[in-house]
Structure formats: structure tokens, C-alpha cells
């Protein structure tokens, strides 16, 4: 079965610094990849997500991550951070094979300081 | 505007005591889910659908039953609640399902089971 490890439970940065949330996964082949954003109090939200092709991938809100197959990482990236930024972020695979199941990872929680 | 609805969004129950948390959605998705998220523990599945009459468990069913009558509407049934099941909830959907798709996630429901 995939596994998902996002190792870092908790990240503080300053704002206007630049932001690298790691995420591993576990997986027989190459695997679609999901970043997904919870605020305070609300739903989880897409970032950006990876099926194929270029492994730098644009998403919302300023943010990019760069599927690394040698690695097997996805991690995501903002350049400079906002205090707005601060939530939790998911790292998400989904089950090979037509099963319609998602493993998310555990969750780092951003902290954002003036 | 194009949400997913679940209510309640807090209860506190007792042990034993029946309980259904509703989900509906309005984009005519084909795929929904539901999770729970515990902290360390991310979100983990209990079930999805792939669409009307259509159900199966993910990694946590243990305790919890759906159906899948209407399109729109996936209810999670607790038969026998225990604390336990004590988490956050979060219902989610997608236009065809998790592998290509994004998740709309609804706000969350907050059960506490005494």
C-alpha cells in the first residue's frame, strides 16, 4: 500500500521568507500528487496537484512544488510568505489502479511570524 | 455557488445514541467521501462512492455506514456512537473520482461522543 509522509508536524517562518514543505511518498509507479490547504476552522482546499509531464507545477496562491522521482518527494514551495499563509498543509495520494481511495499525509502546520 | 453542505457542523452526543451527519452537493459529482481527522493522524477515509447505489469502505469503516440514494446526498450513519468516534469530520466530492480529480471538501462537522 502508498504511504505518505510529510515529516515536519510543525513550521514557524517569518513573513516574507521563503517556505519548503517536504512530502514523501511511497509507490510502485509514478504517482498523481496533491497538496491540499486547510485554514483555521474551515475545509481542505487544492493547492496543486501532478499527473504527468513537467515536474515543476503552478498552483493557487503563489505556490509551485517540484515532483522529484529520485527522491520521491513532492515538495511545495512558496518564494515569499504571507501571514495569511498560515494553516496546515496536506500532502495527498491517491490509490493505484482504479481504487478510489486517498492516503493524506499527516499534516504540517505553518506558522507565520511578523 | 458551488459548495459541499454538511450539517451539523458541532454535536455532542452520548454513547449509543444514533446519529446521522448529512452531506449534500450541488456540482452533480459523481464521487463522495467522507474523513476523519485526528490530530497526528491527518485524514484517513471511512467510505466513498462512486455514485447512486454505489459504496465501499476505505481505511477506517469500523463503526460508521453510508448510503447513496440521491446524487447529491451522502449521509454518514453512527448506529451505536462511542468516544472513539470522537474526531472532525469532513465529507468530500469529486466530478469523477480521487485519481484525476480534485476533492471539494465541505466545512466539517465536529462530533463529540461522551
Known amino acids: 500500500a502508498q504511504s505518505v509522509t510529510q515529516p515536519d508536524i510543525h513550521i514557524t517562518v517569518s513573513e516574507g521568507a521563503s517556505l519548503e514543505l517536504r512530502c514523501n511518498y511511497s509507490?510502485?509507479?509514478?504517482?498523481?500528487l496533491f497538496w491540499y490547504v486547510q485554514s483555521p476552522g474551515q475545509g481542505l482546499q487544492l493547492l496543486l496537484k501532478?499527473?504527468?509531464?513537467?515536474?515543476l507545477v503552478q498552483g493557487i496562491k503563489g505556490f509551485e512544488a517540484e515532483f522529484k522521482r529520485s527522491q520521491s518527494s513532492f515538495n511545495l514551495r512558496k518564494p515569499s510568505v504571507h501571514w495569511s499563509d498560515a494553516a496546515e498543509y496536506f500532502c495527498?495520494?491517491?490509490?493505484?489502479?482504479?481504487?478510489?481511495?486517498?492516503?493524506f499525509g499527516t499534516g504540517t502546520k505553518l506558522q507565520v511570524i511578523p | 455557488e458551488a459548495q459541499v453542505t454538511q450539517n451539523p457542523r458541532y454535536l455532542i452526543t452520548v454513547t449509543g445514541k444514533k446519529l446521522t451527519v448529512t452531506c449534500s452537493q450541488n456540482?452533480?459529482?459523481?464521487?463522495m467521501s467522507w474523513y476523519r481527522q485526528d490530530p497526528g493522524l491527518g485524514l484517513r477515509q471511512i467510505y466513498y462512492?462512486?455514485?447512486?447505489?454505489?459504496?465501499d469502505k476505505g481505511d477506517v469503516p469500523e463503526g460508521y455506514k453510508v448510503s447513496r440514494k440521491e446524487k447529491r446526498n451522502f449521509p454518514l450513519i453512527l448506529e451505536s456512537p462511542s468516544p472513539n468516534q470522537t474526531s472532525l469530520y469532513f465529507c468530500?466530492?469529486?466530478?469523477?473520482?480521487?485519481?484525476?480529480?480534485?476533492?471539494?471538501f465541505g466545512e466539517g462537522s465536529r462530533l463529540t461522543v461522551l
Open positions: 456540482m452533480n459529482h459523481e464521487y
Open positions: 495527498a495520494v491517491p490509490s493505484p489502479g482504479g481504487y478510489q481511495k486517498v492516503t
Open positions: 468530500a466530492s469529486s466530478l469523477r473520482g480521487v485519481d484525476t480529480g480534485e476533492l471539494f
Open positions: 509507490y510502485g509507479a509514478t504517482p498523481y
Open positions: 462512492s462512486m455514485n447512486v447505489e454505489v459504496t
Open positions: 501532478y499527473f504527468s509531464g513537467d515536474t
